[in-house]
């Protein structure tokens, strides 16, 4: 009701007809206010944790605001909203994306993560969504993807609002066997492209903002107030953007938290990661000069997640839509009574897929080490007490399958065995390096991710056949009791 509302009130207004609902009325134009909300790498936080809140007090939050009449509001994402836990990772980002369709969200510009299960789990995706994925620079077999859009329009009471969406420099993220085909323009492509799709919604739609959301951002940046910067501090975007182009700019992928004003004067605003923060926008817009204000600010969990927001329900609904007979995110696998750093654990994962490999390949091929490159997510270590299925996952939320791979004795050194190199390994022979003959064949095993990192040149020989991940093998080992 409230948007049929504001669309005829649009109508009114910009006829001249009606003067209502706003902070100023008179010969000078009317002021309509607004504010624009962006979440960006929510990384499937869902549910509450001991770590962070979930999402249920942020859905009662913003439908109090949509609520209240004396503001127009607008909420966006940033990108790298599925991957990272159980109750969002293992339906491939599908209740996410109920979950932002339930709380309104009006686009999401597509990040990195979201391609962690190839370019397949995006269509689906972009039908199930009732609001259009972002993504301008997103290129498939040399063509613009069908699973998203340069832009949205979004009119609110007097003004109408152009949201650009665009991926940064990610592409190498991606792990290597889901990159075929696919392609982030960057640099002075992604620029021009963005130019002439500002220029087209203010001249052809008439917009008079034009947001950018785009999956790349800075860092090393105080959360505390402004930060002035040059475009030298900010390789990742052209300030030429802000010279007309982009009135504001929402960022995403480095999970800081900041509010950065560029040479233009115009804002760039990250609100951290996994529900740390969100950004807003306060906006004065003056529909007849087309003048405005902008007043960042980030708002923290204390203000969108505190105890007095009751839980909206749609969370809980949503989450049994999916996990009816089975809670994969409280069941116990067992009690650690000793703290896991990253460290520790991957170290613990090198010398499981060694095991495994062992088990599976050992009888057919000599296997002479395990690892690659392994990296925790956050919370990074695993405390002391019960450990559930749901704490391994987000700290291993990557669907890397295990292989074995071939590699020629000089790159095994090289990128495997040289201390320059920060991949975990584990091998029984703790000399193995002297006895590596340069011009030899070897049997590793690795996931995926790191065997199709080509510089590794490493080549997949088999891999199992089962969807047995890194935080498989660590559950089962916890399991069983190794670490009780």
Known sequence: MKKIISEILSLLILSGAVCVGFAGCGPEGIT????????????????????????????????????????????????????????????KGQLMTEWMNEVGFASMTLGNHEFDWGPDVLQPNSELAEFPFLGINVMYQGEPATYCKPSVVVQKTGVKIGIIGAVGDCLSSISGEFQTGL???????????????????????????????IHDGGSGFSSSGVNTVTDFDMGYYDTSLSDGYVDLVFEAHTHSQYILKDEHGVYHLQGGGENESVSCADIEYNTTTGEYTVTPRLIGTDEY?????????????????????????????????????SSDICGKVAELYYKKGLETWGEEYDITLAGGYLKMRSPYDLATGKVTYANLFSLLPFDNAIVLGSIKGSYL????????????CYCPDGNIAKSIDNNATYYIIVDTY?????????????????????????????RGGYRA
Not at 56 to 80: H, I, P, Q
Not at 184 to 213: H, M, N, P
Not at 413 to 424: A, G, R
Request: proline letters at 2%; one cysteine or more.
């Open 183 to 213: 392609d982030f323009l960057t640099g002075k492509e992604l620029t021009d492209l963005v130019k002439a799709e500002s220029t087209r919604l203010r001249e052809e739609e008439g917009c008079g903002l034009i947001i950018y959301s």
């Open 450 to 478: 790191t065997a199709y990192y080509r510089p590794n040149h490493i080549t997949e020989v088999a891999r199992l056949s089962d969807s047995t991940y890194a935080r498989d093998l660590v559950a089962e080992y916890i």
């Open 305 to 341: 997640a505190k105890s007095s927001l009751k839980d909206d329900p749609c969370v809980e609904r949503i989450y049994d839509r999916y996990f009816s007979e089975s809670d994969p995110y409280t069941t116990v696998l067992g009690t650690n009574s000793t703290k896991w750093t």
């Open 32 to 91: 309509v206010e607004l504010s624009v909300y962006a979440v960006n790498d929510l990384h499937g936080k869902f549910m509450d944790t001991t770590d962070q809140p979930g999402v249920d007090e942020f859905t009662t939050y913003m439908k109090n605001l949509y609520a209240d009449a004396k503001r127009e509001e607008v909420l966006l994402s940033s990108g790298d909203m599925w991957q990272g836990t159980v109750e969002s990772s293992s339906n």
């Open 413 to 424: 050194k090289s990128n495997f065995l040289s201390t320059k190199k920060n991949y975990y």
